[in-house]
Nanobody
Framework: QVQLAESGGGSVQAGGSLRLSCVAS??????MGWFRQAPGKQREGVAA????????RYDGSVQGRFTISQDNGKNTVYLQMNNLKPEDTAMYYC???????????????????????WGQGTQVTVSS
């Protein structure tokens, strides 16, 4: 099982940017994803990236504002978040799974049960 550790969360004003990092141990898995959960809401998939970084998936609410990337040499996956909005406020989680996890991404989002490893989360708060 992959061990995951997120960092980079914080508090910003609307329109600001943050970059989240997720270090995987021992190595990045075949599919790496970012999820978020706001208080009182269900967890939702934000973005995912296939091993090698050639293919990515995004939720429509972050398309064009967030970018997922990975650095295999550092076993790290990033989520660059630009033009943040108050509705982006949530706990953000890094997750890892097999290719099936990324393949599960549909118009209604990914199947989170396909991701077998999860980090502890990092809080993102966006004020208006």
């Amino acid at each position: 099982q992959v061990q995951l550790a997120e960092s980079g969360g914080g508090s910003v004003q609307a329109g600001g940017s943050l970059r989240l990092s997720c270090v995987a141990s021992p190595v990045i898995d075949s599919c790496m994803g970012w999820f978020r959960q706001a208080p009182g809401k269900q967890r939702e998939g934000v973005a995912a990236i296939y091993a090698g970084g050639a293919r990515t998936r995004y939720d429509g609410s972050v398309q064009g504002r967030f970018t997922i990337s990975q650095d295999n040499g550092k076993n790290t996956v990033y989520l660059q978040m630009n033009n943040l909005k108050p509705e982006d406020t949530a706990m953000y989680y890094c997750a890892a799974g097999t290719l099936w996890a990324c393949n599960s991404w549909s118009s209604s989002g990914p199947d989170s049960t396909r991701f077998g490893s999860w980090g502890q989360g990092t809080q993102v708060t966006v004020s208006s």
